[in-house]
């Protein structure tokens, strides 16, 4: 799945892909070059996109997930 990263901290913007990792982890860990326009504790927003017809988007309700510092998420 493709992704958008945007970081607060610096203002860097980058697309990558995601690949799963452990569940329940909290592991968000960026490698090679994208690795270096983000830094441990860095605020950043994951942005993902979905192709549907029109629809499915009339219906679509977006998730958005809020994490605190450990990556687990605020209720």
């Known amino acids: 799945q ?9 203002g860097a913007r980058l697309e990558t892909y995601v690949i799963k990792g452990e569940r329940n982890s909290g592991t968000i ?21 979905a192709l549907m017809d029109k629809e499915e988007a009339k219906n679509y309700k977006p998730k958005v997930v809020i994490l605190d510092n450990k990556n687990q998420i605020i209720n």
């Not at 493709?2 to 610096?10: A, R, Y």
């Not at 860990?29 to 996109?49: E, F, H, M, T, W």
């Open 29 to 49: 860990c960026l490698n090679g070059a994208a690795s270096r326009l983000v830094q441990p504790g860095d605020i950043i927003i994951i942005i993902a996109y």
């Open 2 to 10: 493709k992704v958008q990263i945007v970081n607060n901290n610096n």
